[in-house]
């Protein structure tokens, strides 16, 4: 079993910054795919970044491109989403995902545990 435990979420003005930390426990996830997805009121989770644990390989939707990036420390059994320029429509519950047989990194029902969200608000 992994434990998934996200923080760095809060209210932050159009143009700022946040970075997101999600840290595992009960299972080193070294060798693990780690995502997060986000979702806003009245919508579907939606995919925003993935990293590969065997080359780090990242992956990204594309409004958010340019704009997050996904880091990991293995050392530290930790991923990290940082988040600039943030936007209104950036506004949602984050949620962080392992999945240790992931071979669609997009897909929500690729990963295998999940955290319990961070709520992320861009003022306007």
């Known amino acids: 079993q992994v434990q998934l435990v996200e923080s760095g979420g809060g209210l932050v003005q159009t143009g700022g910054s946040l970075r997101l930390s999600c840290a595992a426990s009960?299972?080193?996830?070294?060798?693990?795919?780690m995502g997060w997805f986000r979702q806003a009121p009245g919508k579907k989770r939606e995919f925003v970044a993935a990293i590969r644990w065997r080359d780090g390989s990242t992956y990204y939707v594309d409004s958010v491109k340019g704009r997050f990036t996904i880091s990991r420390d293995n050392a530290k059994n930790t991923v990290y989403l940082q988040m600039n320029s943030l936007k209104p429509e950036d506004t949602a519950v984050y949620y962080c995902a392992a999945g240790s047989n992931v071979n669609v990194y997009t897909a929500a029902y690729a990963y295998e545990y999940w955290g319990q969200g961070t709520q992320v608000t861009v003022s306007s």
């Open positions: 009960g299972r080193t996830t070294g060798r693990y795919a």
